[in-house]
């Protein structure tokens, strides 16, 4: 299948999702009923199987199409991994040292990178359902809000085309936030929970620790969770590789679209003369990030972690999609299931109609830019062509959404 033919079915899909997710979000009388009939456990497995595992055996085992997205890189690793082979030594890994490990284990089973995607279909449809168990207790409309993100064409062509990851952050949060729930404790087990992330994900899992820090009452027994996975961990990573084992420490030099930084690089660029350097930015980037969740969420420290958890959350990983000059849209997906089940009001036509807008700009504009062969505007005579004008378009879209939800979390955080 060529790419143009999956951008066309990506179409497809964007305009299926959109009308039923339209018309699921009007439908009160039918999620009333399937409340009334105790009939959410079966819905929910109903829509995993439908829009998840059924189009992976379409794609993947009936059409045999290949992987794309990061899967090629994932299979890389996981095949020296398979062959015994320790990450940041043998291989390159910008993940946290076991996440090559976990992606080996399909492929023990099954040889082939497909293994690898239905990897990342199971553990999203894992997390779906942890958050529908955690948020049960939370929301009264929580089966409506999970059963219409799986509808949403963003998240199903992040990881089934795409085979991301990034969702697995929030599997991390929602496990925290599940252990609050049943232990009102925000100490020694929370701490332990949260320094998972780093050692089975990435380091990004540990930027929202910057605002949870001032949410939490028991702090040092928070961090003593921590300590107890993170010293350890170094200590082990160090005698075995050296100082290798900083590699997911060091600054991509790829620029990733779209952010604030690449919709005003054509302005920077302009002011100095030439094109900005991506490190500094990001730098400059990471600290705006952080102080940025951190000040939307002082002021509701002293507000329940049930509800601050979750918008932590959202500020830091939103943030980062905002400012972050190396965040590439295909992050949304690491807070796409939260932002629906706390910053959409299926009540308001509004809502509903900036996330189906933000839900196929996620999908466009990928394929536009890496269509366009990853333009960077720093020569904006080139937007004078429809199409990088077209595709300069949709990333300042993009980051007007970011803004939107960005201030939604303010606004959840300071006055709900």
Same mark, same amino acid.
């Not at 039918?30 to 079966?42: G, L, S």
């Not at 040292?97 to 449809?125: G, N, Q, R």
């Given at each position: 299948?060529?790419?143009?033919?999956?951008?066309?079915?990506?179409?497809?899909?964007?305009?299926?999702?959109?009308?039923?997710?339209?018309?699921?979000?009007?439908?009160?009388?039918?999620?009333?009923?399937?409340?009334?009939?105790?009939?959410?456990?079966?819905?929910?497995?109903?829509?995993?199987?439908?829009?998840?595992?059924?189009?992976?055996?379409?794609?993947?085992?009936?059409? !045999?199409?290949?992987?794309?997205?990061?899967?090629?890189?994932?299979?890389?690793?996981?095949?020296?991994?398979?062959?015994?082979?320790?990450?940041?030594? =043998?291989?390159?890994?910008?993940?946290?040292?076991?996440?090559?490990?976990?992606?080996?284990?399909?492929?023990?089973?099954?040889?082939?990178?497909?293994?690898?995607?239905?990897?990342?279909?199971?553990?999203?449809?894992?997390?779906?359902? %942890?958050?529908?168990?955690?948020?049960?207790?939370?929301?009264?409309?929580?089966?409506?809000?999970?059963?219409?993100?799986?509808?949403?064409?963003?998240?199903?062509?992040?990881?089934?085309?795409?085979?991301?990851? !990034?969702?697995?952050?929030?599997?991390?949060?929602?496990?925290?936030?599940?252990?609050?729930?049943?232990? &009102? !404790?925000?100490?020694?087990?929370? %701490?332990?929970?949260?320094?998972?992330?780093?050692?089975?994900?990435?380091?990004?899992? %540990?930027?929202?620790?910057?605002?949870?820090?001032?949410?939490?009452?028991?702090?040092?027994?928070?961090?003593?969770?921590?300590?107890?996975?993170?010293?350890?961990?170094?200590?082990?990573?160090?005698?075995?590789?050296?100082? =290798?084992?900083?590699?997911?420490?060091?600054?991509?030099?790829?620029?990733?679209?779209?952010?604030?930084?690449? #919709?005003?690089?054509?302005?920077?660029?302009?002011?100095?003369?030439?094109?900005?350097?991506?490190?500094?930015?990001?730098? #400059?980037?990471?600290?705006?990030?952080?102080?940025?969740?951190?000040?939307?969420?002082?002021?509701?420290?002293?507000?329940?972690?049930?509800?601050?958890?979750?918008?932590?959350?959202?500020?830091?990983?939103?943030?980062?999609?905002?400012?972050?000059?190396?965040?590439?849209?295909?992050?949304?997906?690491?807070?796409?299931?939260?932002?629906?089940?706390?910053?959409? =009001?299926?009540?308001?036509?509004?809502? #509903?109609?900036?996330?189906?807008?933000?839900?196929?700009?996620?999908?466009?504009?990928?394929?536009?830019?890496?269509?366009?062969?990853?333009?960077?505007?720093? !020569?904006?005579?080139?937007?004078?062509?429809?199409?990088?004008?077209?595709?300069?378009?949709?990333?300042?879209? &993009?980051?007007?959404?970011? %803004?939107?939800?960005?201030?939604?979390?303010?606004?959840?955080?300071?006055?709900?």
């Amino acid at each position: 299948m060529s790419t143009l033919t999956v951008f066309y079915v990506k179409l497809l899909l964007i305009a299926f999702s959109s009308i039923a997710v339209w018309l699921g979000a009007r439908s009160n009388a039918f999620w009333a009923q399937i409340h009334q009939n105790k009939q959410e456990n079966r819905v929910l497995g109903i829509g995993i199987i439908l829009f998840r595992l059924l189009p992976f055996i379409l794609i993947y085992l009936f059409m !045999d199409q290949s992987p794309r997205g990061d899967v090629p890189f994932f299979w890389g690793k996981a095949t020296v991994a398979y062959k015994g082979g320790l990450v940041y030594r =043998d291989f390159a890994s910008y993940h946290a040292p076991l996440f090559s490990y976990i992606i080996t284990l399909p492929i023990l089973l099954w040889y082939t990178p497909k293994a690898i995607v239905l990897l990342m279909v199971l553990i999203e449809a894992a997390i779906i359902w %942890g958050t529908y168990r955690t948020y049960k207790s939370l929301h009264t409309n929580v089966l409506k809000s999970v059963s219409l993100y799986i509808i949403l064409s963003a998240p199903m062509v992040m990881v089934l085309f795409g085979g991301q990851e !990034d969702i697995w952050l929030w599997g991390v949060a929602v496990w925290m936030l599940y252990y609050f729930l049943r232990t &009102n !404790d925000d100490g020694l087990g929370l %701490g332990l929970r949260f320094s998972s992330g780093l050692i089975l994900i990435k380091a990004t899992a %540990g930027f929202w620790l910057f605002p949870l820090w001032f949410l939490i009452k028991k702090q040092w027994s928070f961090l003593l969770g921590m300590i107890i996975v993170g010293v350890p961990s170094l200590i082990i990573l160090y005698l075995l590789m050296g100082m =290798d084992f900083l590699m997911p420490l060091q600054m991509t030099t790829n620029l990733l679209t779209p952010n604030l930084f690449t #919709i005003a690089r054509p302005l920077i660029t302009t002011i100095l003369g030439h094109a900005p350097d991506l490190p500094t930015f990001s730098w #400059i980037g990471m600290v705006i990030t952080l102080a940025s969740a951190v000040w939307i969420m002082y002021p509701a420290r002293h507000k329940s972690l049930t509800k601050t958890l979750p918008l932590a959350f959202l500020a830091t990983y939103i943030a980062m999609t905002i400012f972050q000059p190396t965040s590439p849209g295909y992050y949304v997906f690491t807070y796409m299931l939260p932002l629906v089940m706390e910053l959409v =009001d299926w009540k308001k036509n509004r809502d #509903i109609f900036i996330l189906l807008i933000f839900n196929a700009l996620l999908v466009v504009q990928p394929f536009l830019f890496t269509r366009l062969e990853s333009p960077t505007y720093d !020569d904006v005579s080139v937007l004078a062509k429809p199409l990088f004008l077209l595709e300069y378009t949709l990333q300042v879209l &993009n980051v007007v959404c970011y %803004g939107w939800y960005f201030m939604k979390v303010y606004q959840k955080a300071r006055y709900s």
